[in-house]
Nanobody, 127 residues
Framework: QLHLVESGGGLVQAGGSLRLSCAAS????????MGWFRQAPGKEREFVAA????????DYADSVKGRFTISRDNAKNTVYLQMMSLKPEDTAVYYC????????????????????WGQGIQVTVSS
Protein backbone atom coordinates (compact mmCIF):
# COMPACT_ATOMS: atom_id res chain seq x y z
CA GLN A 1 0.00 0.00 0.00
CA LEU A 2 1.15 3.51 -0.76
CA HIS A 3 1.86 6.30 1.68
CA LEU A 4 1.56 9.77 0.16
CA VAL A 5 3.23 12.99 1.31
CA GLU A 6 2.66 16.36 -0.34
CA SER A 7 5.15 19.24 -0.37
CA GLY A 8 5.69 22.56 -2.11
CA GLY A 9 2.72 24.56 -0.91
CA GLY A 10 2.82 28.04 0.53
CA LEU A 11 1.86 31.66 -0.01
CA VAL A 12 2.12 33.26 -3.43
CA GLN A 13 0.82 36.42 -5.05
CA ALA A 14 -1.84 36.30 -7.73
CA GLY A 15 -0.24 35.56 -11.08
CA GLY A 16 2.56 33.58 -9.47
CA SER A 17 3.49 29.92 -9.69
CA LEU A 18 3.98 26.97 -7.40
CA ARG A 19 4.86 23.34 -7.93
CA LEU A 20 3.40 20.74 -5.64
CA SER A 21 5.02 17.35 -5.25
CA CYS A 22 3.57 14.15 -3.88
CA ALA A 23 6.07 11.50 -2.91
CA ALA A 24 4.81 7.95 -2.61
CA SER A 25 6.35 5.11 -0.72
CA UNK A 26 5.68 1.63 -1.98
CA UNK A 27 6.60 -0.54 -4.92
CA UNK A 28 3.35 -0.31 -6.83
CA UNK A 29 3.18 3.45 -7.48
CA UNK A 30 3.14 2.94 -11.25
CA UNK A 31 -0.04 0.87 -10.97
CA UNK A 32 -2.09 3.74 -9.58
CA UNK A 33 -3.94 6.57 -11.24
CA MET A 34 -2.81 9.69 -9.38
CA GLY A 35 -5.04 12.66 -8.79
CA TRP A 36 -4.94 16.09 -7.22
CA PHE A 37 -7.91 17.48 -5.36
CA ARG A 38 -8.43 20.65 -3.37
CA GLN A 39 -10.73 21.83 -0.64
CA ALA A 40 -11.40 25.44 0.26
CA PRO A 41 -12.95 26.41 3.61
CA GLY A 42 -16.66 25.66 3.68
CA LYS A 43 -16.55 23.86 0.33
CA GLU A 44 -16.50 20.27 -0.79
CA ARG A 45 -13.34 18.60 -1.96
CA GLU A 46 -13.08 19.07 -5.72
CA PHE A 47 -11.20 17.42 -8.55
CA VAL A 48 -8.24 19.31 -9.97
CA ALA A 49 -6.32 16.89 -12.20
CA ALA A 50 -5.58 13.23 -12.82
CA UNK A 51 -2.89 11.26 -14.61
CA UNK A 52 -2.81 7.70 -15.89
CA UNK A 53 -0.40 5.00 -14.79
CA UNK A 54 2.07 5.71 -17.56
CA UNK A 55 1.59 9.46 -17.51
CA UNK A 56 0.40 9.39 -21.08
CA UNK A 57 -3.11 10.63 -20.31
CA UNK A 58 -4.17 13.55 -18.18
CA ASP A 59 -7.37 15.36 -17.37
CA TYR A 60 -8.15 18.67 -15.69
CA ALA A 61 -10.97 20.57 -14.10
CA ASP A 62 -12.17 23.38 -16.34
CA SER A 63 -11.19 25.92 -13.70
CA VAL A 64 -7.48 25.03 -13.96
CA LYS A 65 -7.17 23.91 -17.58
CA GLY A 66 -4.38 25.75 -19.32
CA ARG A 67 -2.84 26.91 -16.02
CA PHE A 68 -2.04 23.68 -14.16
CA THR A 69 -0.05 20.70 -15.38
CA ILE A 70 0.03 17.27 -13.76
CA SER A 71 2.96 14.96 -14.37
CA ARG A 72 4.57 11.94 -12.78
CA ASP A 73 7.96 10.30 -12.53
CA ASN A 74 7.45 6.61 -11.77
CA ALA A 75 11.17 6.09 -11.24
CA LYS A 76 11.00 8.61 -8.38
CA ASN A 77 7.53 7.57 -7.17
CA THR A 78 6.44 11.17 -7.41
CA VAL A 79 3.56 13.07 -8.97
CA TYR A 80 3.68 16.81 -9.54
CA LEU A 81 1.23 19.64 -10.00
CA GLN A 82 2.72 22.68 -11.68
CA MET A 83 0.44 25.65 -11.01
CA MET A 84 0.81 28.86 -12.98
CA SER A 85 -1.13 32.10 -13.24
CA LEU A 86 -2.52 31.45 -9.80
CA LYS A 87 -5.68 33.20 -8.70
CA PRO A 88 -7.04 33.92 -5.22
CA GLU A 89 -9.78 31.37 -5.90
CA ASP A 90 -7.10 28.68 -6.15
CA THR A 91 -6.56 29.06 -2.40
CA ALA A 92 -7.25 25.71 -0.75
CA VAL A 93 -5.74 22.67 0.88
CA TYR A 94 -4.43 20.49 -1.93
CA TYR A 95 -4.44 16.70 -1.66
CA CYS A 96 -2.85 14.03 -3.78
CA UNK A 97 -4.62 10.71 -4.04
CA UNK A 98 -4.16 7.29 -5.59
CA UNK A 99 -6.71 5.09 -7.30
CA UNK A 100 -6.57 1.50 -8.55
CA UNK A 101 -9.21 2.21 -11.19
CA UNK A 102 -8.56 1.87 -14.87
CA UNK A 103 -8.04 5.29 -16.46
CA UNK A 104 -10.18 4.28 -19.41
CA UNK A 105 -13.14 3.82 -17.08
CA UNK A 106 -13.24 7.56 -16.51
CA UNK A 107 -13.75 6.94 -12.80
CA UNK A 108 -11.27 9.45 -11.43
CA UNK A 109 -13.26 12.64 -10.96
CA UNK A 110 -14.83 11.80 -7.65
CA UNK A 111 -12.93 11.61 -4.36
CA UNK A 112 -14.83 8.38 -3.70
CA UNK A 113 -12.85 6.68 -6.48
CA UNK A 114 -9.55 7.10 -4.63
CA UNK A 115 -8.22 4.64 -2.09
CA UNK A 116 -5.29 6.52 -0.63
CA TRP A 117 -4.77 10.15 0.34
CA GLY A 118 -1.98 12.42 1.44
CA GLN A 119 -2.34 14.67 4.45
CA GLY A 120 -2.89 17.78 2.35
CA ILE A 121 -0.91 20.98 1.93
CA GLN A 122 -2.02 24.60 2.07
CA VAL A 123 -1.82 26.84 -0.97
CA THR A 124 -2.70 30.48 -0.42
CA VAL A 125 -2.89 32.99 -3.25
CA SER A 126 -3.03 36.63 -2.22
CA SER A 127 -4.64 39.30 -4.37
Amino acid sequence: QLHLVESGGGLVQAGGSLRLSCAASGRTFSRYIMGWFRQAPGKEREFVAAISWSGGRTDYADSVKGRFTISRDNAKNTVYLQMMSLKPEDTAVYYCAASRNSYSSGDYYSPNEYDLWGQGIQVTVSS
